[in-house]
């Protein structure tokens, strides 16, 4: 059941995520909810037509080209080994890289690659497929989320108690700011670094741009390395494929990009989504990858962070009531006045004030009632 339920929730996320673009067009005067779904999917539609029909096959067709391509590449690799050998001897250090290398043993690798796809042609084909089908299926569910528009939700909710309904809101309320907040937004910053990466490998004339630019905006999302396996792919190729020159332009480009997202895009976009420390993160991504694999290596941080945030949220509240009720305690013994002792009489009464002293010396005994035989007084 777990790849069954994995489709249902990627079903609900997806569908919670357009419900963002409907309800900005329902923005649009006289927008029906209908047709603002309509247009949402319609667009969605074209977009999956475009990534099978055209986008897929190129960086498949790129790939191949880039793998045909291969020998040449394992032709340079002795003289790349010499001049990491001659750089390091210039530190007194001795690699010997080049007598090491073997390119019989690539060849022998590649020859294994070669083979063993040839005979798991059948089984990679059906995953496509099987892939295919889930991805066809979460769109399908998801449509039935966007058409609900969480009124089930609202009305299950209306039956709680006051405080029960106010609490599930809150829950509610914080998971949307995180979870889905982190979703939406490394989706546009993976989308912009894939952009910028195709940009630059096909402005140098790089092969595999593509399926380069791709793989690089999914190893973006991973948390920690996701920036440096990002920065790797299109650098490998480039020292593959390209000059020094080359290698040195794609490496200024991608580092002014990664620096231009990490301190302007990324802190804006994300916003208040993932603020809890590096620990957390840490435990978030083990804990998801060793219940769901790679999933789960990816949605570990937003789940995380929307632990982290509702724990935040219930701390805040404990911590102020315990600060009012410290300031009502605080308010409460003020009220009540406690003389001095050196003012205290021995009687126990409160201390006399300047208006019941004679000439200020004497204290004028408190009038407790009438004397005896005094008249009440009247009214005139």
Not at 283 to 294: F, K, Q
Request: hydrophobic share 55%; proline share 6%.
């Amino acid at each position: 059941m777990g790849d069954l339920v994995l489709i249902i929730f990627f079903a609900w996320l997806l569908g919670s995520l357009l419900m963002v673009a409907v309800n900005a067009l329902m923005r649009i005067p006289r927008m029906r909810r209908p047709v603002a779904i309509v247009l949402v999917y319609i667009a969605l539609i074209i977009l999956v037509a475009i990534l099978a029909l055209v986008i897929i096959p190129s960086a498949v067709d790129q790939t191949v080209d880039l793998f045909d391509r291969v020998p040449d590449y394992l032709e340079r690799i002795p003289g790349w080994l010499t001049a990491i050998d001659d750089f390091a001897l210039g530190f007194g250090v001795q690699l010997d890289l080049a007598n090491r290398y073997e390119l019989g043993s690539t060849e022998d690798i590649l020859t294994t690659a070669t083979a063993w796809a040839t005979d798991n042609a059948g089984v990679i084909f059906q995953s496509a497929v099987s892939t295919l089908f889930a991805v066809g299926l979460i769109i399908a569910l998801s449509f039935y989320v966007v058409l609900d528009g969480g009124r089930r939700v609202n009305e299950a909710l209306t039956v709680l108690p006051p405080n029960a309904e106010a609490e599930v809101r809150l829950v509610m309320a914080t998971f949307n700011r995180a979870f889905h907040g982190y979703i939406r937004g490394m989706f546009f910053v993976s989308a912009i670094y894939g952009v910028g990466v195709a940009g630059v490998m096909y402005g140098t004339g790089l092969p595999a741009a593509l399926p380069s630019a791709i793989l690089a905006s999914l190893l973006l999302a991973v948390p920690f390395i996701g920036d440096w396996l990002a920065l790797g792919l299109p650098l490998l190729i480039a020292i593959a494929a390209g000059d020094f020159v080359t290698v040195i332009i794609v490496l200024g480009a991608l580092l002014f990009i990664q620096q231009v997202m990490l301190n302007l895009l990324t802190p804006r976009i994300l916003g208040q989504a993932v603020q809890m420390p590096a620990g957390l993160v840490i435990v978030s991504v083990v804990v998801g990858a060793r219940l769901i694999g790679i999933p789960g290596a990816l949605l570990g941080v937003p789940a995380g962070a929307f632990i982290y945030s509702l724990a935040v949220v219930y701390g805040n509240r404990v911590k102020s009531r315990r600060a009012a009720a410290a300031r009502a305690a605080a308010a409460e013994a003020e009220s009540v006045w406690t003389p001095p002792d050196d003012e205290t009489p021995r009687t126990g009464r409160a201390a006399p004030g300047p208006s019941d002293t004679v000439g200020g010396a004497y204290p004028i005994p408190p009038q407790r009632g009438r004397a005896r035989g005094e008249r009440r007084p009247t009214e005139e």
